[in-house]
């Protein structure tokens, strides 16, 4: 089956603007995770979704948001850009069947300007 | 929260040597630990894990042990070849069902000299 999929790939955006990633998980799993991935800082939690509710969230600013839809697709929100949001943001879906495995995809890459 | 603390950052070691990281957890409700992997420019996969109910784990050439009394927990690789460079990541969740936060350590760089 498909995996995670991640669009877009790469952006590329100014201060203040906002910018919205899409993840679509693997078919059947209902649970989304977002991280960011920076150099030195590693996997940093932003938050999790399963069946449309935010069920975990990390330490990040409100500017950073995220909703889920009800075919498990996920949106992750981040208004008033800062240079020190560029990164990495992966997300990652997880399934009944293991629950403790992170299937991630392939990531977008924002960078701010 | 849980907070994962990983060492080292990088790790050189020459090919056939053995590879070792790190890592300590806080939260002693923590008791699933997953290893992922992340190759250059591609997306982390998990590679091994361990649940609280066991000391050490195997595969192949990679093995995993837990001391929960300390909270820390580590990979060993050996007979490292080139294709084992990659970043690592250890984690830790407090529950392997369910949809619980996955906390991650910061990553260890590591490099196989041929």
């Known amino acids: 089956k498909a995996g995670v999929t991640q669009t877009p790939r790469y952006l590329i955006k100014t201060r203040g603007q906002q910018v919205t990633l899409s993840c679509s998980p693997i078919?059947?799993?209902?649970?989304v995770s977002w991280y960011q991935q920076t150099p030195g800082q590693g996997l940093q939690f932003l938050f999790e979704?399963?069946?449309?509710?935010?069920?975990n969230k990390g330490n990040f600013p409100g500017r950073f948001s995220g909703r889920q839809f009800s075919n498990s697709r996920s949106e992750m929100n981040v208004s008033t850009l800062e240079l020190g949001d560029s990164a990495l943001y992966l997300c990652?879906?997880?399934?009944?069947?293991?629950?403790?495995?992170?299937?991630f995809g392939e990531g977008s890459r924002l960078t701010v300007l | 929260g849980e907070n994962v603390e990983q060492h080292p950052s990088t790790l050189s070691v020459q090919e056939g040597d053995s590879a070792v990281i790190k890592c300590t957890y806080s939260?002693?409700?923590?008791?699933?630990f997953p290893w992922y992997k992340q190759e250059l420019g591609k997306r982390p996969q998990l590679i091994i894990d361990i649940r609280s109910n066991v000391g050490e784990k195997k595969d192949q050439r990679i093995a995993v042990t837990l001391n929960k009394t300390a909270k820390h927990f580590s990979l060993h690789i050996t007979e490292t070849q080139p294709e084992d460079s990659a970043v690592y990541f250890c984690?830790?969740?407090?529950?392997?069902?369910?949809?619980?936060?996955?906390?991650f350590g910061t990553g260890t760089k590591l490099q196989v000299i041929p």
């Open positions: 990652a879906s997880r399934g009944l069947e293991m629950p403790g495995e992170l299937f």
């Open positions: 939260d002693s409700a923590s008791n699933y």
């Open positions: 984690a830790a969740s407090p529950n392997s069902g369910g949809y619980q936060k996955v906390t």
């Open positions: 078919s059947g799993h209902r649970s």
């Open positions: 979704y399963f069946s449309e509710t935010q069920r």
